[in-house]
Protein backbone atom coordinates (compact mmCIF):
# COMPACT_ATOMS: atom_id res chain seq x y z
CA UNK A 1 0.00 0.00 0.00
CA UNK A 2 2.73 2.21 1.34
CA UNK A 3 4.95 1.75 -2.15
CA UNK A 4 1.38 2.26 -4.35
CA UNK A 5 1.07 5.58 -2.29
CA UNK A 6 4.22 6.56 -3.08
CA UNK A 7 4.18 6.05 -6.50
CA UNK A 8 1.16 7.90 -6.89
CA UNK A 9 2.51 10.79 -4.97
CA UNK A 10 5.52 10.46 -7.54
CA UNK A 11 3.33 10.64 -10.67
CA UNK A 12 1.09 13.46 -8.82
CA UNK A 13 4.16 15.84 -8.43
CA UNK A 14 5.11 14.75 -11.55
CA UNK A 15 2.29 15.85 -13.51
CA UNK A 16 1.85 18.95 -11.08
CA UNK A 17 5.69 20.20 -12.17
CA UNK A 18 4.98 19.40 -15.66
CA UNK A 19 1.32 21.57 -15.44
CA UNK A 20 3.74 24.47 -14.22
CA UNK A 21 5.99 24.15 -16.51
CA UNK A 22 3.77 24.08 -19.18
CA UNK A 23 2.20 27.43 -17.50
CA UNK A 24 5.43 29.16 -17.55
CA UNK A 25 5.97 28.50 -21.16
CA UNK A 26 2.23 29.76 -22.13
CA UNK A 27 3.12 32.85 -19.69
CA UNK A 28 6.85 33.06 -21.86
CA UNK A 29 4.43 32.91 -25.29
CA UNK A 30 2.76 35.06 -24.17
CA UNK A 31 4.90 37.62 -23.47
CA UNK A 32 6.48 37.35 -26.69
CA UNK A 33 3.46 37.96 -28.38
CA UNK A 34 2.65 40.78 -26.62
CA UNK A 35 6.37 42.26 -27.00
CA UNK A 36 5.76 41.65 -30.87
CA UNK A 37 2.34 43.22 -31.07
CA UNK A 38 3.74 46.51 -29.01
CA UNK A 39 6.64 46.44 -31.29
CA UNK A 40 4.36 46.65 -34.42
CA UNK A 41 2.51 49.39 -32.66
CA UNK A 42 5.32 50.95 -31.96
CA UNK A 43 6.66 51.32 -35.43
CA UNK A 44 3.25 51.51 -36.75
CA UNK A 45 2.75 54.68 -34.57
CA UNK A 46 6.22 56.19 -35.47
CA UNK A 47 5.52 55.72 -38.67
CA UNK A 48 2.42 57.35 -38.54
CA UNK A 49 3.85 60.44 -36.74
CA UNK A 50 7.14 60.71 -39.55
CA UNK A 51 4.32 60.90 -42.63
CA UNK A 52 2.37 63.25 -40.41
CA UNK A 53 5.05 64.84 -39.62
CA UNK A 54 6.29 65.23 -43.45
CA UNK A 55 3.18 66.09 -44.59
CA UNK A 56 2.55 68.83 -42.30
CA UNK A 57 6.39 70.26 -43.17
CA UNK A 58 5.31 69.71 -47.26
CA UNK A 59 2.32 71.53 -46.11
CA UNK A 60 3.93 74.44 -44.78
CA UNK A 61 6.48 74.70 -47.08
CA UNK A 62 3.66 74.81 -50.00
CA UNK A 63 1.85 77.48 -48.20
CA UNK A 64 5.20 79.74 -47.59
CA UNK A 65 5.53 79.70 -51.54
CA UNK A 66 2.31 81.06 -52.11
CA UNK A 67 2.93 83.52 -49.34
CA UNK A 68 4.03 87.22 -51.61
CA UNK A 69 6.31 88.80 -50.04
CA UNK A 70 5.05 91.44 -47.45
CA UNK A 71 5.59 95.12 -47.90
CA UNK A 72 3.87 95.29 -51.51
CA UNK A 73 1.68 97.97 -53.06
CA UNK A 74 -0.80 96.72 -55.50
CA UNK A 75 1.14 93.86 -55.95
CA UNK A 76 4.56 95.47 -56.86
CA UNK A 77 7.21 97.10 -54.89
CA UNK A 78 6.76 100.73 -54.85
CA UNK A 79 9.02 103.41 -54.39
CA UNK A 80 8.32 107.00 -53.99
CA UNK A 81 5.39 108.84 -52.95
CA UNK A 82 1.60 107.66 -53.33
CA UNK A 83 0.31 110.95 -54.35
CA UNK A 84 2.95 111.47 -56.87
CA UNK A 85 1.69 112.93 -60.42
CA UNK A 86 3.34 110.07 -62.26
CA UNK A 87 3.54 105.84 -61.59
CA UNK A 88 5.99 104.46 -63.39
CA UNK A 89 5.44 100.51 -63.58
CA UNK A 90 8.58 98.61 -65.01
CA UNK A 91 8.11 94.92 -65.57
CA UNK A 92 11.49 93.40 -65.46
CA UNK A 93 13.71 89.63 -65.74
CA UNK A 94 17.23 90.43 -64.09
CA UNK A 95 18.46 88.28 -66.24
CA UNK A 96 17.07 90.00 -69.29
CA UNK A 97 19.93 92.13 -70.69
CA UNK A 98 17.32 94.81 -72.14
CA UNK A 99 16.13 95.54 -68.47
CA UNK A 100 19.83 96.15 -67.70
CA UNK A 101 20.03 98.48 -70.24
CA UNK A 102 16.74 100.36 -69.03
CA UNK A 103 18.18 100.71 -65.48
CA UNK A 104 21.65 101.73 -66.97
CA UNK A 105 19.92 104.58 -68.80
CA UNK A 106 17.16 105.33 -66.42
CA UNK A 107 17.87 104.45 -62.92
CA UNK A 108 19.60 107.97 -61.77
CA UNK A 109 16.43 109.64 -63.71
CA UNK A 110 13.71 107.95 -61.24
CA UNK A 111 15.79 107.86 -58.18
CA UNK A 112 15.61 112.20 -59.04
CA UNK A 113 12.16 112.02 -59.18
CA UNK A 114 11.41 110.16 -56.60
CA UNK A 115 13.52 112.25 -54.61
CA UNK A 116 11.32 115.15 -56.05
CA UNK A 117 8.14 113.56 -55.35
CA UNK A 118 7.50 113.51 -59.22
CA UNK A 119 7.00 110.02 -59.27
CA UNK A 120 6.35 107.12 -57.84
CA UNK A 121 8.42 103.98 -59.21
CA UNK A 122 6.56 100.77 -59.01
CA UNK A 123 8.81 97.35 -59.97
CA UNK A 124 7.26 94.27 -60.92
CA UNK A 125 9.58 91.37 -61.44
CA UNK A 126 8.46 88.47 -63.00
CA UNK A 127 10.76 85.22 -64.26
CA UNK A 128 10.51 84.50 -67.96
CA UNK A 129 14.30 83.85 -68.70
CA UNK A 130 15.15 80.68 -66.28
CA UNK A 131 15.62 79.12 -70.12
CA UNK A 132 18.99 81.59 -70.44
CA UNK A 133 20.46 80.00 -67.62
CA UNK A 134 21.04 76.44 -66.32
CA UNK A 135 20.47 76.95 -62.92
CA UNK A 136 17.03 78.91 -63.29
CA UNK A 137 19.19 82.11 -62.08
CA UNK A 138 16.12 84.56 -63.39
CA UNK A 139 13.93 82.53 -60.57
CA UNK A 140 16.47 82.35 -57.84
CA UNK A 141 17.44 86.19 -58.15
CA UNK A 142 13.67 87.25 -57.76
CA UNK A 143 13.51 85.02 -54.81
CA UNK A 144 16.24 86.83 -53.32
CA UNK A 145 14.87 90.06 -54.17
CA UNK A 146 11.46 89.14 -52.86
CA UNK A 147 13.22 88.02 -49.77
CA UNK A 148 14.94 91.76 -49.29
CA UNK A 149 11.36 93.00 -49.81
CA UNK A 150 9.66 90.79 -47.24
CA UNK A 151 12.59 91.45 -44.65
CA UNK A 152 14.57 94.59 -45.25
CA UNK A 153 12.13 96.22 -48.01
CA UNK A 154 14.32 99.73 -47.55
CA UNK A 155 17.04 97.96 -49.22
CA UNK A 156 15.67 96.76 -52.47
CA UNK A 157 16.54 99.41 -54.36
CA UNK A 158 19.98 98.66 -53.38
CA UNK A 159 19.84 95.19 -54.02
CA UNK A 160 18.32 95.73 -57.17
CA UNK A 161 20.99 98.03 -58.33
CA UNK A 162 23.73 95.50 -57.73
CA UNK A 163 21.61 92.66 -59.52
CA UNK A 164 21.47 94.52 -62.72
CA UNK A 165 24.97 95.86 -61.95
CA UNK A 166 26.61 92.30 -61.83
CA UNK A 167 24.07 90.77 -64.02
CA UNK A 168 25.17 86.89 -66.07
CA UNK A 169 25.69 86.93 -68.99
CA UNK A 170 22.55 85.12 -71.05
CA UNK A 171 22.90 81.34 -71.60
CA UNK A 172 25.30 81.25 -68.18
CA UNK A 173 24.87 79.38 -65.28
CA UNK A 174 24.73 82.74 -64.04
CA UNK A 175 25.44 84.00 -60.01
CA UNK A 176 25.06 81.16 -57.65
CA UNK A 177 22.94 81.53 -54.39
CA UNK A 178 26.22 82.66 -52.30
CA UNK A 179 26.69 85.42 -54.39
CA UNK A 180 23.23 86.55 -54.03
CA UNK A 181 23.34 86.09 -50.13
CA UNK A 182 26.07 88.44 -50.05
CA UNK A 183 24.69 91.29 -52.10
CA UNK A 184 22.02 91.21 -49.49
CA UNK A 185 25.39 91.54 -46.84
CA UNK A 186 26.62 94.58 -48.55
CA UNK A 187 23.00 96.14 -48.40
CA UNK A 188 22.47 95.56 -45.02
CA UNK A 189 19.45 93.58 -45.68
CA UNK A 190 18.23 90.52 -43.68
CA UNK A 191 20.81 87.58 -44.75
CA UNK A 192 19.06 84.74 -43.11
CA UNK A 193 15.94 85.33 -44.85
CA UNK A 194 17.43 85.63 -48.07
CA UNK A 195 19.79 82.31 -47.32
CA UNK A 196 16.17 81.10 -46.04
CA UNK A 197 14.46 81.61 -49.24
CA UNK A 198 16.87 80.43 -51.31
CA UNK A 199 17.18 77.58 -49.50
CA UNK A 200 13.42 76.67 -49.67
CA UNK A 201 12.76 78.19 -52.66
CA UNK A 202 9.87 80.07 -50.28
CA UNK A 203 8.32 82.54 -53.29
CA UNK A 204 8.14 79.69 -55.83
CA UNK A 205 4.22 80.12 -56.41
CA UNK A 206 4.06 83.79 -56.08
CA UNK A 207 6.66 84.42 -58.74
CA UNK A 208 4.61 82.05 -60.79
CA UNK A 209 1.65 83.85 -60.49
CA UNK A 210 2.82 87.39 -61.44
CA UNK A 211 4.74 85.73 -64.42
CA UNK A 212 1.28 84.84 -65.53
CA UNK A 213 -0.54 87.45 -64.74
CA UNK A 214 2.49 89.41 -66.90
CA UNK A 215 1.49 87.20 -69.93
CA UNK A 216 -2.35 87.53 -69.19
CA UNK A 217 -2.15 91.54 -69.80
CA UNK A 218 -0.94 90.47 -73.27
CA UNK A 219 3.03 91.89 -72.36
CA UNK A 220 5.32 89.94 -74.24
CA UNK A 221 8.60 91.25 -73.35
CA UNK A 222 10.65 92.98 -70.88
CA UNK A 223 11.31 95.87 -69.91
CA UNK A 224 7.68 96.76 -70.07
CA UNK A 225 7.06 100.19 -69.05
CA UNK A 226 4.06 101.84 -68.35
CA UNK A 227 3.19 105.50 -66.94
CA UNK A 228 -0.05 106.48 -65.34
CA UNK A 229 -1.05 102.94 -66.87
CA UNK A 230 -0.06 103.81 -70.83
CA UNK A 231 2.58 101.64 -72.28
CA UNK A 232 5.52 103.09 -73.12
CA UNK A 233 7.07 101.68 -76.97
CA UNK A 234 9.43 104.17 -76.02
CA UNK A 235 11.42 103.99 -73.36
CA UNK A 236 14.67 105.80 -74.07
CA UNK A 237 15.60 108.81 -71.29
CA UNK A 238 14.17 111.28 -73.67
CA UNK A 239 10.95 109.69 -74.33
CA UNK A 240 10.43 109.04 -70.77
CA UNK A 241 11.59 112.31 -68.85
CA UNK A 242 8.63 113.72 -71.52
CA UNK A 243 5.98 111.71 -70.98
CA UNK A 244 6.77 112.24 -67.03
CA UNK A 245 7.26 115.77 -67.49
CA UNK A 246 4.33 115.84 -69.12
CA UNK A 247 2.24 113.98 -66.43
CA UNK A 248 3.64 115.82 -63.82
CA UNK A 249 2.45 119.36 -65.11
Known sequence: MTNARTARSAREKSAELRAE??????????????????????????????????GDQKAAQVAASSRPPRN????????????AAATIEVFED?????????EDANAAQLAAWVQAGTARVVYRPISILDRSSSTE????????????????????VAFHTLLFANQPAENTPGLDDGQLVSF????????????????QRRYDTWIATVTDE???????G???????GVR?????????RAVVTKAAG
Open 214 to 220: FSKRGFT
Open 21 to 54: AARKEARRRSMLVLSAVLAVLVVAVGATILVRTA
Open 94 to 102: FQCPACKSF
Open 232 to 240: LEDWSPENL
Open 72 to 83: LADGGIAVGNAD
Open 184 to 199: AQQVGADVPAVQTALK
Open 137 to 156: YSTRALTAAAAVVDASPAKF
Open 222 to 228: TPTILVN
